[in-house]
């Protein structure tokens, strides 16, 4: 059975931080993609930093470039996001997601083939 366990989230002020944690299983780690996303309240999820499974590349959505840190450790499956200098507008639910081959077109990514049940964030002005 696939598993993603999203863990770390909570409420935090402005310009504090937070690390989330992705625990993964049931699928070959080193063989996917992993995802960060969000989706505040009364908007579209979207991808915030996504981190490859050959060469470590990582993207990062303009709006956290600087603030916010992916990374993944293969002995433990589990992949990390870092999150610095948090303000308000980053508070939504972020969800992990492990994909083989997913894509991103105008800023949308597709091909994600599985997803946690994600964790809340709340950035206190």
């Known amino acids: 059975e696939v598993q993603l366990v999203e863990s770390g989230g909570g409420l935090v002020q402005a310009g504090g931080s937070l690390r989330l944690s992705c625990v993964t299983s049931g699928f070959i780690f080193d063989d996917y993609v992993i995802g960060w996303f969000r989706q505040a309240p009364g908007k579209e999820r979207e991808g915030v930093s996504v981190i490859s499974s050959k060469d470590g590349s990582t993207y990062y959505i303009d709006s956290v470039k600087g603030r916010f840190t992916i990374s993944r450790d293969s002995a433990k499956n589990t992949a990390y996001l870092q999150m610095d200098s948090l303000k308000p507008d980053d508070t939504a639910v972020y969800y992990c997601?492990?994909?083989?081959?997913?894509?991103?077109?105008?800023?949308?990514?597709?091909?994600?083939?599985?997803w946690g049940k994600g964790i809340s964030v709340t950035v206190s002005s």
């Open positions: 997601a492990a994909g083989r081959t997913p894509a991103v077109v105008a800023g949308t990514w597709y091909g994600m083939d599985y």
